[in-house]
T-cell receptor, first 114, second 114 residues
Framework: GENVEQHPSTLSVQEGDSAVIKCTYS??????FPWYKQELGKGPQLIID?????GEKKDQRIAVTLNKTAKHFSLHITETQPEDSAVYFC?????????????FGPGTRLSVLP | EAGVAQSPRYKIIEKRQSVAFWCNPI?????LYWYQQILGQGPKLLIQ????????DSQLPKDRFSAERLKGVDSTLKIQPAKLEDSAVYLC????????????FGAGTRLSVL
């Protein structure tokens, strides 16, 4: 089955700096790659996603890059703010005989220090 | 637009007892997912419904877990009997349909099994 790894597991940055989280996957058939932000006591919230036919996508301070050959994708957050502090999960999905198989990474705890 | 509603928010039971969780997805969303999130880990997909039919339950421990979505709207997830290792947050998510991958998550039910 799909194996998703995420690095680093924890990340501390100063406010205003950039943060980068990397996710690697094993199934070359995977075709959809979302990133979720989870705050304490809340469910994950989609912040950005990318499909396999696109190499990069940007939304204000957040961007995602995808390297399908190397089977990894990364979340980039620029000009970090204290409210960016949360746990970030990558996810990978591909169609199989059952429909869609969503697999989440183990998460990265981001702390933005004021 | 109302989000995914889950209840209860918290539940404490003793091992070998039974427990049920309820989920009401976003109106019009045909696909519903149940995830188990153990503390410090990413969500793990348990079961996926398309309307009132099961698309994928390959990771559901069927000897003790069951789920239904009889009318294709609300869903319940049951554990009977519970084990200590079932302590986790149970998340419900919904999406427009299987082809539209974007999932919207509820806040989850935190289960503690003593």
């Amino acid at each position: 089955g799909e194996n998703v790894e995420q690095h680093p597991s924890t990340l501390s940055v100063q406010e205003g700096d950039s943060a980068v989280i990397k996710c690697t996957y094993s199934d070359s058939a995977s075709n959809y790659f979302p990133w979720y932000k989870q705050e304490l006591g809340k469910g994950p919230q989609l912040i950005i996603d990318i499909r396999s036919n696109v190499g990069e996508k940007k939304d204000q301070r957040i961007a995602v890059t995808l390297n399908k050959t190397a089977k990894h994708f990364s979340l980039h957050i620029t000009e970090t703010q204290p409210e960016d502090s949360a746990v970030y999960f990558c996810a990978v999905t591909s169609r199989d005989n059952y429909g869609q198989n969503f697999v989440f990474g183990p998460g990265t705890r981001l702390s933005v220090l004021p | 637009e109302a989000g995914v509603a889950q209840s209860p928010r918290y539940k404490i039971i003793e091992k070998r007892q039974s427990v049920a969780f309820w989920c009401n997805p976003i109106s019009g969303h045909a696909t519903l997912y149940w995830y188990q999130q153990i503390l410090g880990q990413g969500p793990k997909l348990l079961i996926q419904f398309q309307n009132n039919g099961v698309v994928d339950d390959s990771q559901l421990p069927k000897d003790r877990f069951s789920a239904e979505r009889l009318k294709g709207v609300d869903s319940t997830l049951k554990i009977q009997p519970a084990k200590l290792e079932d302590s986790a947050v149970y998340l419900c998510a919904s999406s427009v349909n299987i082809a539209k991958n974007i999932q919207y998550f509820g806040a989850g039910t935190r289960l503690s099994v003593l």
